[in-house]
């Protein structure tokens, strides 16, 4: 399977990607470009992805947003706000040539996607949008009634560590794995790839946009786009496992704001079904990504 790595120029920086496949593809499938979740966390969890290149021929790029993976690392906290991550999926799209093609937002990546796509780019021919996020309000109360059905004593042990800031402590991360590892993912062991990419996630990245999971402190806290939905116009698949913790609560705005919008649930999945159920989610992916193509010509 052929694999491409290198930069593309951002800014003043360098944008890592890695295309897996042949771009462009020989029986002419458009590529999915792949916008992971985070913020500040490498693209490395959603590997699975790769297989629909040798599956179904279909090309497949990912990047490692600015900031984080092997993209550069700038020291500038100005430069965690949502239009940087925005202008980034345009730089990447330009620099890669690549015109007609489908997206894959996943989690904060699907905040990006929707931000990107409201802007209404050319080419644009299908949208996935997996485990999304339309307002972070909404999350955030989602997130914390979650938190709020953990036992007592872990409950406790978060809500001290975050009052004294002292998230660095290793019981605020042992409390906080009891969270993830219900409404994450839950596999057991977690696999490798979800693994690399939570070692190298860019904490001050993060808490800079967004906080906590559920205690949204960052510049991401009113973020909002749930009464621009409707318009999109596009095929759109939104995606959520059963565990989720972007729950029916918050996905269902999503799925009833977008024309024609298809919601599929993965029954044995948290937050990542790519990862957790990844066969029958490439199935999912792929067949929706070949009707969107055979669709009605582009209008954007």
Known sequence: MAVTEGTVPFREYRTWYRIVGELPAPDGKLPLLVINGGPGCPHDYLEDLS??????????????????????????????????????????????????????GHSWGSQVALEYVLRRPAGLVGLVLAGPIAGAPAYEAEARRLKESLPPEVQEVIDRHEADGTTGD????????????????RLDPWPDHLMRSLTNWREDVYETMWGAEWNVTGNLKDWDVTAR????DLPVLVTSGRYDVATPTVVRPLADGIRGAEWVVFE???????????????QVLESFLHRAETAAPQRW
């Open 51 to 104: 297989a629909l290149a040798g599956e179904n021929g279909r090309p497949v790029v990912f990047y490692d947003q600015l900031g984080c993976g092997r993209s550069d690392h700038p020291d500038e906290p100005g430069l965690w706000v949502m239009d940087t991550f925005v202008d980034e999926v345009a730089a990447v799209r330009e620099e890669l040539g690549l015109g007609r093609l489908h997206i894959l």
């Open 170 to 185: 290793d019981a605020y991360v042992e409390a906080t794995m009891a969270f993830h590892k219900r409404w994450l993912c």
């Open 229 to 232: 939905l409707g318009e999109l």
């Open 268 to 282: 044995q999945s948290a937050h990542l079904p790519s990862a957790e159920e990844p066969e029958r989610f490439r």
